[in-house]
């Protein structure tokens, strides 16, 4: 392993650690006044945001072996899971949550904000992180001006189309597994997460998460605001959109109209 994987990953370390005292703190802090939700949505926001900053740092710019860094996705998904203390961390997730009355409408529109909000944070705080030249790496992106280049290698609507499809297949893991026990939920969660990565990451970065888009891949070069929006707004949307169309209502309709035909004589009869 070297140096810079491992100020990396002491840094990552430490952003968790931080960010699980804290949300400890405000929990208890905020108990008897309701915000504490708010709060620990932000809080894990903004770890998630800072973690795949600097994951995203170690496989752009420190040229980290994709296996490794397939590796680090997996596990930085599987302590996100275990840590979050039931933030959503995705305006997406948020949408579905109010969509099936989990939550209220303007629970979570805050939710929202708060990601977003948790968001810029982090898309400021990781460059004062870097600034502090922990590693060779962080020192050599410094001298850079911490330059960001577009990971969209791809025609925009192919881009987005990539960024739906593993909305998607993440919003149908999530779907499927909620009744699994949360030691194996996370890891089934984080399998799905490295392989949407792997299929995806080439093409787009496989992002599928409008407020981690917001701090991880708006402030890059070489596109609009408006073409990232359609890429990395418009794209997870209307993947977790469609994966719940699909399993609330065409699956459910199609299987009615498939078992109706073979219904007894005497059921059709009464009916």
Not at 15 to 31: K, N, Q, Y
Not at 47 to 53: A, P, R
Request: glycine content about 8%; hydrophobic content about 50%; aromatic content about 8%.
């Amino acid at each position: 392993m070297t140096a810079d994987v491992a100020v990396s990953l002491t840094v990552l370390v430490g952003i968790v650690a931080l960010s699980d005292a804290t949300r400890r703190l405000l929990t208890r802090a905020l108990a008897d006044t309701g915000l504490s939700v708010y709060a620990v949505e932000l809080v894990s926001t903004f770890q998630l945001c800072c973690c795949t900053h600097e994951l995203k740092l170690l496989s752009e710019v420190g040229g980290i072996e994709p296996q490794l860094a397939l590796t680090l996705t997996y596990l930085a998904s599987v302590v996100h899971g275990l840590t979050f203390s039931g933030a959503i961390g995705n305006p997406s997730g948020a949408l579905e949550h109010a969509y099936h009355a989990r939550l209220s409408g303007g629970c979570a529109l805050r939710r929202i904000v708060c990601q977003f909000a948790a968001a810029a944070a982090a898309r400021f705080a990781a460059p004062v992180i870097w600034g502090i030249g922990l590693s060779g790496l962080h020192m050599r992106h410094k001298l850079l001006g911490y330059r960001c280049i577009s990971p969209i290698h791809a025609p925009l609507l192919k881009a987005a189309a990539v960024e739906l499809a593993c909305a998607f297949a993440v919003q149908t893991a999530v779907t499927h597994t909620r009744m699994v026990e949360a030691k194996y939920r996370v890891h089934a969660v984080a399998a799905v997460i490295a392989t949407v990565v792997y299929a995806g990451g080439s093409v787009t970065g496989a992002v599928f998460n409008p407020a981690l888009a917001f701090s991880t891949q708006f402030p890059c070069s070489g596109h609009s605001f408006l073409e990232y929006c359609l890429v990395y707004w418009l794209g997870p949307l209307l993947g977790m959109m469609f994966s719940v169309l699909l399993f609330d209502k065409l699956i459910p309709l199609l299987t009615r109209k498939s078992t109706s035909p073979h219904l007894p004589l005497e059921t059709k009869k009464r009916t």
